[in-house]
């Protein structure tokens, strides 16, 4: 099962909102598959896409997907887990 997340590509003609892109000119990182955005993104993609519930309790890090199950937990790129983190 495929848990790397896949970058959106913004490659120069695929980007949808040339000129006022916060993928290309804010260099934001969003994973293609699950949808998740940054702080908003499982450590692991679940490899279907989030609904905007789910994106929400990773990005408080309240669940997380990680070795293949969703978890009660703070995804690393959660916010939370900056707090969390020792
Ligand atoms: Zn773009
Ligand atoms: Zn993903």
Redesign the pocket.
């Known amino acids: 099962m495929e848990t790397q997340h896949k970058a959106i590509d ?1 490659s120069p003609g695929t ?4 000129g006022s ?1 916060m ?2 000119e804010g260099g934001l990182f969003g994973c293609e598959i699950c949808g998740g955005l940054e702080g908003g993104m499982p450590t692991h993609c679940p490899g279907e896409s989030m609904d905007y519930d789910r994106e929400q309790e990773v990005y408080r890090g309240e669940v997380d997907f990680k070795d293949g199950a969703w978890i009660k937990s703070a995804s690393i790129y959660s916010p939370a887990s900056y707090r969390i983190a020792p």
């Open positions: 913004h980007c949808p909102n040339e892109c993928f290309c």
